[in-house]
């Protein structure tokens, strides 16, 4: 997606890396010596992916539907306008301008999810600005707003840009602003990405040892595992590095929205944004509670 702001993302996020450079940049973060070890062996690589193969978790899959248009107030759906109560004001950003509406998830449209509820609305919105109301994490509400409603009976459809869209700063391209796309949901498992704080630090400890290993075998192995495009449970997805480690947010380990590229959806360049929760504050259906973070290639 063109954006004239693109130079701030890549002074702040950095470029998009393979596994082996992900692993090095990790280690230079963590000022990790670069002195050679003993070679790697495949049976290490091979308990590494075992590893990870036994950290396998179920997500639930979302589906936005191109070509279909979601009616309902209380439907599932990518884009198009909330439902809403009447005699409720839409959110504003920081900036004045009305937040952008990403998506919303009607629990009770889902199979049964532990511990997401069994019931009820989840509305997700942004601040629409040049980095999406982001503050890498933001927290509290800062440039975003999850929203859980338990009786979904009163709302309309309500057009929250009232005085039109600004695209120049929206995730969405054709006619998303407008018109949403229902979400049919599919059960799945992932494994947790090469990015994870726990696996990245296991790959950084092979990587100080030996960087001739080849770690395009682990590449290899993460495709077709890492999830779908649009989700809810599993692990969070980072185009750079996890925003997490066992010092910091590590609670935060219940993906309550991930945004990959769904159809006519982009975070910057080719980007995800994720939507995390501490469990406590997922089973108290705590949603005001969440952080939320994006980033991008």
């Known amino acids: 997606m063109a954006n004239p702001f693109i130079w701030i993302l890549e002074k702040i996020l950095g470029p998009r890396m393979t596994t082996a450079e992900r692993i090095a940049h990790n280690k230079k973060q963590a000022g990790l010596d670069s002195g050679a070890g003993p070679p790697v062996t495949q049976d290490e690589l091979d308990q590494f992916k075992a590893r990870i193969l036994a950290m396998e978790a179920p997500v639930m899959a979302c589906h936005p539907q191109t070509g279909q248009t979601s009616s309902r107030?209380?439907?599932?759906?990518?884009?198009?306008?909330?439902?809403?109560?009447?005699?409720?004001?839409?959110?504003?950003?920081?900036?004045?301008?009305?937040?952008?509406?990403?998506?919303?998830?009607?629990?009770?449209?889902?199979?049964?999810?532990?511990?997401?509820?069994?019931?009820?609305?989840?509305?997700?919105?942004?601040?629409?600005?040049?980095?999406?109301?982001?503050?890498?994490?933001?927290?509290?509400?800062?440039?975003?707003?999850?929203?859980?409603?338990?009786?979904?009976?009163?709302?309309?459809?309500?057009?929250?840009?009232?005085?039109?869209?600004?695209?120049?700063?929206?995730?969405?391209?054709?006619?998303?602003?407008?018109?949403?796309?229902?979400?049919?949901?599919?059960?799945?498992?992932?494994?947790?990405?090469?990015?994870?704080?726990?696996?990245?630090?296991?790959?950084?400890?092979?990587?100080?040892?030996?960087?001739?290993?080849?770690?395009?075998?682990?590449?290899?192995?993460?495709?077709?595992?890492?999830?779908?495009?649009?989700?809810?449970?599993?692990?969070?997805?980072?185009?750079?590095?996890d925003i997490r480690s066992p010092d910091q947010l590590a609670d935060y380990d219940q993906v309550i929205m991930q945004f990959g590229a769904p159809p006519d959806m982009m975070w910057g360049d080719v980007g995800e944004a994720c939507f995390l929760m501490r469990l406590d504050d997922l089973q108290d259906r705590a949603f005001e509670k969440a952080i939320y973070n994006w980033d991008c290639s």
């Open 73 to 241: 107030p209380d439907e599932s759906r990518l884009g198009g306008w909330p439902g809403w109560p009447e005699d409720e004001d839409l959110p504003i950003g920081s900036n004045g301008k009305p937040m952008l509406f990403l998506a919303q998830i009607n629990f009770a449209e889902m199979p049964p999810f532990d511990p997401f509820p069994p019931a009820g609305l989840m509305q997700i919105f942004v601040t629409s600005d040049d980095l999406y109301g982001c503050n890498f994490p933001s927290r509290n509400r800062e440039g975003f707003i999850v929203i859980y409603r338990a009786e979904t009976g009163k709302l309309q459809t309500i057009n929250p840009y009232p005085n039109d869209m600004d695209k120049d700063y929206s995730v969405f391209s054709g006619d998303l602003h407008e018109v949403g796309r229902p979400i049919v949901f599919e059960t799945a498992t992932m494994v947790p990405p090469v990015e994870h704080y726990l696996i990245a630090a296991q790959g950084q400890a092979m990587w100080q040892r030996d960087r001739s290993t080849d770690f395009d075998q682990i590449d290899t192995f993460f495709e077709g595992r890492h999830g779908p495009a649009m989700y809810l449970g599993g692990y969070p997805r980072f185009t750079q590095d």
